[in-house]
């Protein structure tokens, strides 16, 4: 007895995020029937909340005079994650990248402002970032408008609950729940899965994380990553990347936007000890966000106090900052908010990340440190700062400025997560794959929810690589469910 | 074009008449679909006719007028005919072949003539698009019938039609007999969207599909295009850094230009 489905489409897809849309965007122009489903009422997931996305030998690249080579980004990959991403997919993305430029002006109508690194003084940073104009949000908007104009059907507020794989192996559809509450059976030859990963499911990160944080962490992506995507493509067999505990970590106040002035002092090289008061790395490390992100989530409570001193807020009003936070607050600029925004802060009883005292001893005893301890890290910092030379975490002394003129501030500083970037094994064709490696006809896996690109951390020194992998595999899925579709083969 | 006969029918049930109501939706494209590009020409790559910002109120007051009687979606063009039907419309008549028309006038003659091949009709309700607001009053011209435009409610009472408008400050209700064009404003998105279970079975539900030859309109537009340009631009200057120094140099470059 022929199955009785609400609606037949060749291929739907799970989730409108960047990979999401451009699997359905692509799947259209390849004559496909395709329905996309996304279970909050917009489009974006986290892909709105990126500023660019990675290339390499792109013609954007190339008309700036800019060059890295594709064996250059595959050899990066690689060192950087000791040899534990997927040389497979590493190579896919790296050699099809360049091509989503060229999709994303020429077919969806983006235009490219800038490529850019994104840390200053990052050793071996690749310049690889493409800024689209109006950021990877505008991209979205095109991407949704190319997509209704080619015919796709977008199901908002539509959560996917399962997905239906036959007796023989194949890909046979999709259970969803809708907007008014009805459950919804669709007929589909394939199903892309591009749900955004699990940054949004404490849950999850307690079982995959390293450190059991789930709980603590801050975060500022998408709400709806909550895993979805991952959990139905287990039901039915498929399974996880090795690193699906890779996460994008980085340091953020509770309770402030990423655009605040004092969230970007907490993250300057200065002087920062832990829960306890003590000096615990080289600073720099905030230079990279997602190094200090996972270095900060084994802190005791996850979390470090950042001390600055009257001298370091007059060079970051007067000079300008060390580091910035991609596009929300940009490298070298004055933070003219900041003073006010420190003593509004530190004044404020019910916020508990910002704290000033007249000496160092009374600022160590409102954060809950003994005083003897932060005054002999102050003392050891500052004769480090003196002499010119650190000789306990060898920071650039450039960075090494004392700590000596009161009033005092304390901005506590916790970890916070954009995504998770490592969930399941997938083949070089985004296909999800089986416990004997085998691909699961007509089960594709995108963006964040597949695993391969990166070994246990992000890449920064790649800036762009999350939402260029998205970007790019959403559509090398589409193009391969056409392939096997024309050949019969779903 | 002559004046067609009202045709009213008496509901002595519950005392109020019937109008037989079409609601015209998706008749135009979206100006925002369209990529412009930086030697100033339009791309409209394959734009389809989409559901106007007015439409989901247009919706709303056509039923309001059709209440217990037969209500027709009409659209034209490639546009989703579904649409309409997805939101509580029975039955639909698409002119699908109608391209997108630069001549509002022309537009609105596609529109008359599928309205006169429904029959019968007592008021027809469509969006007051500022971006074509010609259309409500050309197909009102062409139909010999009264428009009333910018409405922000209807309903039917005594065998009329009740209309509530906004003018200015004031709102004012008219009552008008049938058969008349009202021309809704919306004065907010649309609240609920139909789930995906209602949309796909709106697509199993009735369309009468007629085409350009069948109704008698001829397809050409009145209106050539000879060229488009992007609108003069003139740079913007931020005055950032130091507060107090940065509203003393706006302040003097304010003077400087007249402005103060």
Known sequence: MTE?????????????????LSAAVQAAKDGLTCALLEKENKTGGSSAFAEGHAAFESDEQEKRGIKVT?????????????????AGVVSRFVENAATTIKKMRDEVGAVYEGVEICAPDQPGELVT???????????IELLEADARRRGVDLFLSTSATKILRGDDGKIKGVIAKDADGQVVKL??????????GFAASPAMINKYFKFKIGERLINVGGPGNTGDGINMMKE?????????????????????????HVNNAGMQPYLWVNKHGQRFTDEIVGLNFGHIGDLMAGLPDSMYWCILDQNHIDKLVNKGNEVGLGIYVHNYEKLINLPGELEADAVDEKRTNVYKGETVEELAGKIGVKPEVLRAEVDE?????????????RKDPKYLHPCVKGPFYAIKMETGIMISMGAMKINDRMQAVDANGDAIPGLYCVGCDAGGLFGESYQLTIPGAANGFALTSGWLSADDVAEKVKAGAL | MCRPAINSIHDSGKGRQKMRTVIVYKWARNAEDAAVRSDGSVDWRNAKMTAGEDDFAALDAAKAIAEGSELIGLTIGDGDASWALARGVLQATSVFDAPNLTDNASTAAIIAAAVQQIGSVDAVVIGDSEEYSGVPVALAGLLGWPAIAHVSSAST?????????????NEQTISIAAPVVVAVSAASAEKAAPGMKEQLAARKRPITKLTLDTIGVNRADKVACKGTRLPEVTAARIFDGDPALAAEQLVAALRDQGVL
């Not at chain 1, 489905?5 to 999401?20: C, L, N």
């Not at chain 1, 970032?129 to 991209?139: K, Y």
């Not at chain 1, 994008?248 to 106040?253: C, I, N, R």
Request: hydrophobic share 40%.
């Open chain 1, 4 to 20: 009785k489905f609400d609606a037949q489409y060749d291929v739907v897809v799970i989730g409108g995020g960047g990979s999401g």
């Open chain 1, 70 to 86: 594709k064996a250059e980004a595959y050899a990066a990959f690689l060192n950087y994650s000791h040899w534990r991403c997927d």
């Open chain 1, 129 to 139: 970032w493409h800024l689209p104009e109006g950021e990877v949000a505008r991209v």
């Open chain 1, 187 to 196: 007929g589909a030859k394939a199903v892309v899965v591009g749900t955004g």
């Open chain 1, 236 to 260: 039915i067999g498929a399974v996880e990347n090795s690193n699906i505990g890779c996460l994008l970590l980085f340091a953020v106040m509770r309770d402030k936007t990423i655009t605040s």
């Open chain 1, 381 to 393: 910092y500052n004769g480090y700062a003196k002499a010119g030379e650190d000789k306990k975490y």
């Open chain 2, 157 to 169: 009472a005594n065998g009329r039609v009740q209309i509530v408008r906004k003018q200015g400050k």
